[in-house]
């Protein structure tokens, strides 16, 4: 709100613990306004609140009914220049309109028909996608052609030339997260069109890309070459691994030597193979598996989430909101509200009957400026 949108100070001073309103008083107040002056006295309430207050509220999008809308959207918008991709915003009910999901985090839903390309383009904003469903489709990253399948993971740096390419017979849906929102507020947002038609070798698609084969064995890194800087130089973290390092975990704590989170609770963290750090500068990625009947401990974080109910069933608290989730729900969880899940039986692709949920955060910026803290509840 702009000073000349602000009501005269006469209000603030009528407030506790303010002066008494004087004439001279309300002079100096109109003075302050006339030279673009605001007294912190009478802010202070707002702009150093005891806790955060995050304009973002707690939010559920239905995936059954995003596919919907997404599928009409695939008929009748193509995709080209101009609009460049059919992505779908999660747009919060608290930030007045805007396409963000937290104020500091973008997430949509892409959606790619049969043949269709999405044309090649650079960005300074950091990406990923994340397939919630079908297979097929191929992200084209510097020349580089990545497989994208139900369950992978598929970090971008900012400022790498794109291009997606559907090779199969069917549509695609898939997660965008950006940290567009942050970018857009500090002023820091580039943006450039590259080739309009991607190239028939890259159009090959070949059992492992290049980044695979150079950074995809744990623990070895290549000394051909160094990664550049802003993000993971690994394009694809595919589902069978995640899936794999989630089950282990919960086989060593049925053994009784720990490996888990809390009990019934595993989590990974997808993370840089050249620094071991996260995966982008501003965007954290996780995999978090609660088995059937298992609940997590109440949690409050700075920092917001998106969370992707990738299979299972459960219920979802975040503050004073309770849903009942299931298989491609999307939620947000906004700073420093409180957060608690439970898996509830059903049937899924997990060999727990568990609750599977991919999580995206803001937290590398929130740790990087030593702003970040975490209460666990009982």
Same mark, same amino acid.
């Given at each position: 709100?702009?000073?000349?949108?602000?009501?005269?100070?006469?209000?603030?001073?009528?407030?506790?613990?303010?002066?008494?309103?004087?004439?001279?008083?309300?002079?100096?107040?109109? +003075?302050?306004?006339?030279?673009?002056?605001?007294?912190? @006295?009478?802010?202070? &309430?707002?702009?150093? !609140?005891?806790?955060?207050?995050?304009?973002?509220?707690?939010?559920?999008?239905?995936?059954?009914?995003? =596919?919907?809308?997404?599928?009409?959207?695939?008929?009748?918008?193509?995709?080209?220049?101009?609009?460049?991709?059919?992505?779908?915003?999660?747009?919060?009910?608290?930030?007045?309109?805007?396409?963000?999901?937290? !104020?500091?985090? @973008?997430?949509? #839903?892409?959606?790619?028909?049969?043949?269709?390309?999405?044309?090649?383009?650079?960005?300074?904003?950091?990406?990923?996608?994340?397939? #919630?469903?079908?297979?097929?489709? @191929?992200?084209?990253? +510097?020349?580089? !052609?990545?497989?994208?399948?139900?369950?992978?993971? =598929?970090?971008?740096?900012?400022?790498?030339?794109?291009?997606?390419?559907?090779?199969?017979?069917?549509?695609?849906? @898939?997660?965008?997260?950006?940290?567009?929102?942050?970018?857009?507020?500090?002023?820091?947002?580039?943006? /450039?069109?590259?080739?309009?038609?991607?190239?028939?070798?890259?159009?090959?698609? !070949?059992?492992?890309?290049?980044?695979?084969?150079?950074?995809?064995?744990?623990?070895?890194?290549? =000394?051909?070459?160094?990664?550049?800087?802003?993000?993971?130089?690994?394009?694809?973290?595919?589902?069978?691994?995640?899936?794999?390092? =989630?089950?282990?975990?919960?086989?060593?704590?049925? *053994?009784?030597?720990?490996?888990?989170?809390?009990?019934?609770?595993?989590?990974?963290?997808?993370?840089?193979?050249?620094? &071991?750090?996260?995966?982008?500068?501003?965007?954290?990625?996780?995999?978090?598996?609660?088995?059937?009947?298992?609940?997590?401990?109440?949690?409050?974080?700075? *920092?917001?989430?998106?969370?992707?109910?990738?299979?299972?069933?459960?219920?979802?608290?975040?503050?004073?909101?309770?849903?009942?989730?299931?298989?491609?729900?999307?939620?947000?969880?906004?700073?420093?509200?409180?957060? %608690?899940?439970?898996?509830?039986?059903?049937?899924?692709? %997990?060999?727990?009957?568990?609750?599977?949920?991919?999580?995206?955060?803001?937290?590398? #910026?929130?740790?990087?400026?030593?702003?970040?803290?975490? /209460?666990? &509840?009982?």
């Amino acid at each position: 709100m702009s000073i000349s949108d602000s009501p005269s100070r006469l209000e603030a001073v009528s407030a506790p613990h303010q002066p008494d309103v004087t004439p001279a008083l309300d002079d100096l107040y109109r +003075g302050f306004e006339q030279e673009l002056l605001i007294p912190l @006295w009478t802010e202070i &309430g707002d702009l150093m !609140p005891v806790h955060p207050r995050s304009k973002a509220v707690p939010h559920l999008w239905s995936w059954d009914r995003l =596919l919907r809308l997404a599928e009409r959207a695939g008929e009748l918008v193509p995709v080209g220049r101009g609009g460049e991709r059919r992505a779908i915003a999660l747009a919060n009910p608290g930030l007045g309109g805007r396409p963000y999901a937290t !104020p500091t985090l @973008w997430a949509a #839903i892409q959606y790619l028909m049969p043949g269709e390309d999405a044309p090649e383009h650079r960005h300074s904003q950091h990406a990923f996608r994340f397939v #919630i469903e079908g297979e097929g489709v @191929w992200t084209v990253v +510097g020349g580089d !052609p990545v497989p994208m399948n139900r369950g992978d993971f =598929l970090p971008q740096a900012g400022w790498n030339w794109h291009a997606h390419h559907n090779a199969a017979s069917t549509p695609m849906a @898939w997660l965008d997260g950006l940290d567009v929102p942050f970018q857009y507020v500090v002023d820091a947002q580039f943006y /450039e069109n590259g080739r309009d038609v991607i190239s028939d070798a890259e159009r090959i698609t !070949p059992e492992r890309s290049r980044s695979e084969l150079l950074w995809g064995h744990p623990g070895l890194r290549p =000394l051909s070459v160094a990664p550049e800087p802003g993000g993971s130089p690994l394009l694809n973290y595919k589902w069978e691994f995640t899936n794999q390092a =989630l089950k282990d975990q919960l086989t060593l704590e049925k *053994g009784g030597f720990g490996g888990t989170v809390e009990p019934g609770h595993a989590a990974i963290r997808y993370v840089n193979p050249a620094t &071991g750090g996260d995966v982008m500068s501003t965007i954290r990625a996780e995999f978090h598996r609660v088995v059937r009947g298992a609940e997590t401990a109440p949690v409050l974080e700075t *920092g917001s989430s998106v969370y992707a109910v990738f299979d299972g069933s459960g219920t979802v608290t975040v503050g004073d909101t309770t849903w009942s989730v299931t298989r491609g729900d999307l939620f947000v969880v906004p700073s420093w509200q409180e957060f %608690s899940v439970r898996s509830e039986a059903g049937s899924t692709d %997990s060999d727990e009957g568990a609750l599977d949920l991919f999580r995206f955060s803001d937290s590398p #910026i929130f740790e990087a400026l030593h702003l970040n803290r975490t /209460e666990i &509840g009982g």
